[in-house]
């Protein structure tokens, strides 16, 4: 599969290096990879909604992007992936965020909203999914706790429940872990990040986690709390509280360090990307110009971080109207460039595209339609 994906990424960048060479020659350049000037900037109102992983990246995406199209009002309602992905397919917003691609139902639902042509997602936020946890002489001390796979299971399935179980305390012989109650939080809203949390649990320890995947929280253990902010506030009003949330959301909590082949792994950008590099493309997502990573979740890569939260942008690749057209492709061409993705990374320490990926997402973008 990675030789494969190693051919399509150079395919895509052939097609790049293409178009490139072409527009050269003319004046047919897309706006999404070139700097704008004042003929060439787009204007009106545009809206998105979706993924809150994303929320913080996307804020940052606005104001690079209207630094060179100030007449572009642009909105990003951080309501939940799967909101986001309805709201898109009413056709009420031009763009959905989404930390789950679409499925088959989705794809066919889409071409109401995309002048007959099926929507298609590619990734633009690539992050760690931080396990999080506020426990006093512990995390206010910037202390990780360490935990393998089947850990991370038990406690989230309710079958560890004191901080100082034996198998916390074999994993942090140089922590004091205090006998109080674990407390789980998980988000009580359908989510993306949900899915991708799980998607590691249940590859990485398939013997202490037997739920199906889903947005939804599959057990009745812990309390829930609505999006990533309330997630977040909810463990940092507690002490002994546990949770998932973007990385980009964590502040000063602790976060729990994850064991990767002999060692454990604290969580960054770098490992996340080493993790995303030990991946390949998803070859089973029918439907044109999609670009939907699978995640190794078991990689024994050294100093990989393999809890990842990818988040993809879903899109038309043709619009009825032709200014919602040019601003999409302009849109997503500026946050999947490296200019945006570095924008991205400054502002949450997400992780960029890595290049063989980048090349074909821009391949996808390219592909869509401008009248």
Known sequence: MRSNLARRALAALCGII????????????????????????????????????????????????????????????????????????????????SDKPLDDRQIEESKQVCAGQT??????????????????????????????AATVARIFDGKITRWNDAALARQNPDLELPDLPITVVHRSDKSGTTLNFLEYVKAAAPKDWKYELSENWPNDVGQGAKGTSGVISTIDQANGTIGYADFSQAGGMGTVAIKVGDGYTEISAEAASKAVADSALDESAAGEHRVVLDINHTTSAEGAYPIVLVSYDIACPA????????????????????????????ATGSAPLPDNIAAYVRASVDAMEVK
């Open 319 to 346: 619009y009825r109207d032709e200014n919602t057209a040019r601003f999409a492709k302009s849109w997503l061409g500026y946050v999947t460039s490296a200019k945006g993705q570095d924008q991205a990374m400054k």
């Open 18 to 97: 293409v178009v490139v060479a072409g527009a050269a020659c003319g004046d047919n350049v897309d706006p999404g990879h070139r700097p704008s000037t004042n003929a060439a900037s787009i204007s009106g109102s545009f809206a998105g909604a979706g993924a809150s992983s994303q929320q913080t990246a996307v804020e940052a995406w606005i104001a690079g992007y209207q630094k060179t199209n100030p007449d572009a009002k642009i909105s990003y309602n951080p309501s939940g992936s799967g909101a986001g992905v309805v709201t898109f397919l009413t056709g009420a917003t031009v763009w959905a965020g």
């Open 119 to 148: 929507a298609f997602d590619v990734p633009v936020y690539i992050s760690p999914l931080a396990i999080v946890f506020n426990l006093h002489g512990v995390s206010d001390a910037g202390k990780h706790i360490n935990m393998d």
